[in-house]
């Protein structure tokens, strides 16, 4: 690689007349940085890479990508945005994996996770070699794991990893692809075969205006299906009120999926057997869910159009899905089939989530719906009365606590979701315990027959983020603890 491969890729300002371009690696955190590596100093919105040229230097940095030269005592290119250049820098420097990959990008506010998964069960059932990359890092088909600590990681990160990938023969890859992963450039330079489109709802108004939310959504799909690249497709839920607005973001090249609606791939009645008919382009099939919930047919639906249009059959897709039994955190049974009770957890932490699970709930053949719900700290404030008023709305007795309440104090957080618990003008049952462990313990004290326990929030999470800063802490494992325990007492009260 030389200065002017660069020069192709990246749109350059300006060059120091002592950069070479003859790099060996590349590194967007300073304390990373191997010996023969370009520093991309990258604007954040609470540190400034800039600020630690300095040490990239020291640590055997010998060129730096920036977008301030002022005082860079670096070899360097000055660029407008050096989050497009890493972007650039990275593919270029790893050979433009997605080109060899068939990459499919899940977005919308919700069921990003649960059909990235789906997808990924079905394509090794159909013997294909996919990875997924998303919320609970990337994936491999053995089952090994890599955590980032981001839904989408930095476009290094998924240019590397996507390298490695071609290189251990993997054929495709599933990424969940967020709002901020768009916005903030992580898979510019990333090739889209599919763009599958869940839905959208209320997140992220702390980081976006509504309006922005939605082009930032839209932009994913005009990139794919503009690509110069491949043929990219689109694959839209005809159900959700934005459906005709992703239409024409797509430039009409899609196919679509709906439950209630017209479309490519829907489904029919569901028969007293609990299978349901699949209905699409290649015809009919017959199949029985292996997860509840009429989001997760949803999901499978999203899957169904896009494994289609990947060349599987429909034979195959049916009967991956009626053997997929599930994410992590989403809508995860904790409690075992020995105890007259059941208790969930689930990762819902917006308003369309926490309607989605429980509306579900209420579709079940429970008694009595307790629910904890608590909201992360440092984000969206507007979706915390929101979310208070659904769940009371659906909830027979509510429990509210505490979430990752970060930086903010959290009985601040819990007043703002009691706002909308009283708004709701309904006369229920309704407790605040601020530690979410007490708050697991007092739910599961309060279960009777046949009453269902939902944990909402944090799902898959197996720690807790505080003012004072990360600790471990895991619904299901401090769930299935207070379960235990409570079996242990009935059983001393019984022999006594």
């Known amino acids: 690689m030389d200065l002017l491969d660069i020069q192709r890729r990246v749109k350059i300002e300006s060059i120091s007349p002592d950069f070479s371009g003859n790099f060996i690696g590349l590194s967007y955190d300073s304390r990373q940085v191997r010996p023969g590596d370009i520093y991309v100093a990258i604007k954040g919105e609470v540190v400034d890479g800039h600020a630690f040229i300095d040490e990239a230097k020291r640590r055997g940095a010998i060129a730096a990508c920036v977008e301030d030269s002022e005082g860079c005592r670096l070899p360097y290119i000055q660029v407008q945005d050096t989050r497009a250049a890493l972007a650039s820098l990275s593919a270029l420097f790893y050979s433009d994996p997605s080109k060899e990959l ?14 990235a998964w789906m997808l990924g069960h079905l394509l090794k059932h159909a ?13 491999r088909q053995n089952g090994k794991v890599i955590d980032f600590n981001l839904t989408t990681p930095a476009s290094l990160d998924i240019q590397r990893e996507m390298r490695k990938l071609v290189d251990e023969g993997y054929d495709s890859i599933v990424l969940e692809v967020t709002a901020h992963g768009i916005h903030l450039k992580r898979v510019l330079e990333v090739h889209f075969d599919y763009a599958v489109f869940t839905n959208i709802g209320q997140d992220h108004l702390d980081y976006f205006k509504w309006d922005d939310y939605i082009a930032t959504k839209r932009r994913f799909f005009e990139d794919t299906t503009q690509s110069k690249v491949k043929e990219g497709l689109a694959i839209l839920n005809a159900d959700d009120d934005y459906f005709g607005s992703f239409v024409v973001a797509s430039h009409e090249k899609y196919l679509s999926y709906a439950l209630d609606n017209i479309a490519d791939v829907t489904l029919g009645v569901r028969e007293p057997d609990g299978s349901y008919l699949l209905e699409t382009p290649d015809g009919f099939s017959s199949f029985k869910p292996g997860v509840l ?9 999203a899957v169904t159009a896009t494994a289609l249009t ?7 897709i049916a ?21 007259p009770y059941s208790v969930f957890v689930d990762y819902a932490h917006n308003p369309q989530s926490v309607e989605a699970i429980l509306k579900e709930a209420r579709a079940e053949n429970f008694n009595r719906i307790i629910v904890i719900i608590g909201c992360g700290g440092d984000r969206d404030r507007e979706k915390r009365p929101l979310m208070g008023r659904i769940a009371m709305e659906l909830a027979d007795e509510l429990i509210i606590t505490s979430d990752n309440p970060r930086s903010e104090d959290p009985s601040r957080i819990i007043d703002e979701i009691i ?20 708050a697991i313990a007092l739910g599961v004290s309060r279960l009777k027959e046949k009453d269902a326990l939902f944990i909402l929030g944090k799902g898959h999470e197996d720690y807790q983020i505080l003012a004072t800063g990360r600790i471990r802490f895991s619904d299901s494992k401090i769930a299935r603890k207070y379960i235990a325990r409570r079996l242990r007492s009935e059983d001393q009260g019984g022999n006594s």
């Open 102 to 115: 068939e990459v499919i990008g899940i977005t919308g506010t919700k069921g990003k996770t649960t059909v």
């Open 127 to 139: 013997g294909r070699k996919c990875a997924v990359m998303g919320t609970l890092g990337l994936i």
């Open 293 to 301: 919930g009429r989001f997760n047919l949803l999901n499978f639906l």
């Open 319 to 339: 009967n991956a899905n009626s053997t997929f039994k599930g994410v992590p955190g989403r809508y995860q049974k904790v409690s075992a089939e020995n105890v």
């Open 310 to 316: 990947m060349g599987i059959s429909l034979d195959d």
């Open 419 to 438: 706002e909308g618990v009283e708004h709701s003008g309904l006369d229920r049952t309704y407790h605040v315990e601020p530690d979410r462990e007490k």
